[in-house]
């Protein structure tokens, strides 16, 4: 129900403020006034950033762009960056992160969504969430940035990496860049090439950019007979790239190992962003293998685990469910403390053992029993 339009919501923001102090000076429930505000509209709340989808946008076979419109919590991100999207499934606390494709002040937002074979949050997202409908957004993070002074800028994106590309080039372009960019999209088939149509608009309007799509599937050849197959620096000169300056890249962990390999050998390395948006290999334990106590105080749980993969597995592994979002230490939606023992940083190797201290389940091991509020 809407007694007031979305416009209003984002007015009557600021006006919130006491509200929230009261909820954190603990004198009012926070959850009990948003249930009486959420009577007035879905997206008016205390303290939460919400957003109401707008707009369901095929841009490929398998992906879907959402524009959404965000409540007056929203503080503005800058395109390139990713937000969390937080879903509730089956009383569990989901969360995914999203590039974010285009933002404006306005609070209007566009992301696009992968539909995934088993992918518990990008159905929900892609089949059952309609115009009309709100989700709950996070934090925003991500450094992935236009080099504004650059003479030449290769872009190079795989699968749905196009989606953090497509948002710093479009304001680019926008805001007046006019050197050479050249993005090449891998992709498996033509179907996948997400965003293609405006891509093609964005060649046509803008002379300084030239865009390929590159696919990687052996039965689909390349509609100019050249760059085939996954990445490789011969496609580079097949398709005539040369003044490159800066590079940016966003696909899967196994794409970005390979750009930044190429990024070095050409002597670019210093001139390379990356973002890798599947967890990147994290380093093998080198302690031997040993079993471990693992307790989990609030599901009041005790199991046998080991000391070589992360609490996040361990603790799915023996059916319990924690929030996760990107798996590789960056969102913080696994963050739970740590009560007793001691655990290891898979990305650093560190042992954190401060009993009370912050941990991130999908990037920490147990170094020995351990025991932790979950
Ligand atoms: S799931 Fe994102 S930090 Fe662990």
């Known amino acids: 129900?809407?007694?007031?339009?979305?416009?209003?919501?984002?007015?009557?923001?600021?006006?919130?403020?006491?509200?929230?102090?009261?909820?954190?000076?603990?004198?009012?429930?926070?959850?009990?006034?948003?249930?009486?505000?959420?009577?007035?509209?879905?997206?008016?709340?205390?303290?939460?950033?919400?957003?109401?989808?707008?707009?369901?946008?095929?841009?490929?076979?398998?992906?879907?762009?959402?524009?959404?419109?965000?409540?007056?919590?929203?503080?503005?991100?800058?395109?390139?960056?990713?937000?969390?999207?937080?879903?509730?499934?089956?009383?569990?606390?989901?969360?995914?992160?999203?590039?974010?494709?285009?933002?404006?002040?306005?609070?209007?937002?566009e992301i696009a969504v992968q539909r995934k074979d088993g992918g518990r949050v990008s159905a929900?997202?892609?089949e059952l969430l309609a115009v009309?409908?709100?989700?709950?957004?996070?934090?925003?993070?991500?450094?992935?940035?236009?080099?504004?002074?650059?003479?030449?800028?290769?872009l190079l994106a795989a699968g749905s990496g196009i989606t953090a590309l497509l948002g710093v080039l479009r304001e680019a372009l926008a805001q007046g860049f006019s050197a050479p960019v050249t993005l090449l999209h891998y992709v498996r088939t033509p179907g996948q090439r997400a965003f293609g149509e405006l891509l093609e608009q964005l060649q046509?309007?803008?002379?300084?950019?030239?865009?390929?799509?590159?696919?990687?599937d052996p039965a689909c050849k390349a509609a100019d007979g050249t760059a085939h197959g996954r990445f490789a620096a011969a496609h580079l000169d097949q398709l005539g790239v040369t003044a490159v300056d800066q590079v940016l890249a966003c696909g899967p962990a196994g794409f970005v190992e390979r750009v930044s390999a190429w990024a070095q050998i050409a002597g670019l390395g210093e001139a390379l962003q990356v973002e890798a948006f599947t967890p990147p290999r994290l380093p093998t334990v080198q302690d031997a293998r040993q079993a471990v106590s693992l307790?989990?105080?609030?599901?009041?749980?005790?199991?046998?685990?080991?000391?070589?993969?992360?609490?996040?597995?361990?603790?799915?592994?023996?059916?319990?469910?924690?929030?996760?979002?990107?798996?590789?230490?960056?969102?913080?939606?696994?963050?739970?403390?740590?009560?007793?023992?001691?655990?290891?940083?898979?990305?650093?190797?560190?042992?954190?053992?401060?009993?009370g201290q912050p941990i991130r389940l999908c990037v920490s091991a147990p170094v020995g029993d351990v025991e932790i509020d979950l």
Not at 18 to 42: E, F, N, T, Y
Not at 132 to 154: F, M, R, Y
Not at 299 to 310: H, K, L, P, V
């Open 204 to 216: 046509q309007r803008y002379t300084n950019v030239q865009v390929h799509a590159v696919f990687t």
């Open 1 to 109: 129900m809407k007694l007031i339009p979305l416009a209003w919501v984002r007015c009557l923001t600021p006006a919130l403020r006491p509200l929230r102090v009261a909820v954190d000076g603990g004198w009012l429930r926070g959850s009990d006034l948003d249930a009486c505000l959420g009577v007035v509209h879905p997206l008016l709340n205390v303290q939460r950033v919400m957003a109401q989808v707008l707009e369901r946008r095929w841009v490929a076979d398998d992906m879907l762009a959402l524009t959404l419109h965000a409540n007056g919590h929203w503080r503005g991100a800058r395109p390139g960056q990713h937000l969390q999207l937080y879903l509730e499934v089956d009383g569990v606390r989901l969360s995914r992160s999203y590039s974010l494709t285009a933002c404006n002040a306005d609070g209007r937002l």
């Open 295 to 355: 307790r989990f105080a609030r599901s009041r749980q005790q199991a046998t685990g080991d000391n070589q993969r992360s609490l996040l597995e361990q603790a799915e592994a023996h059916g319990l469910r924690p929030a996760f979002g990107c798996r590789q230490g960056i969102c913080a939606s696994c963050t739970c403390l740590l009560l007793g023992g001691a655990v290891r940083d898979l990305r650093s190797g560190a042992v954190l053992r401060e009993p």
């Open 124 to 126: 929900l997202l892609v």
């Open 132 to 154: 009309g409908d709100t989700v709950e957004i996070g934090a925003v993070a991500g450094a992935l940035h236009w080099p504004s002074q650059s003479p030449g800028v290769l």
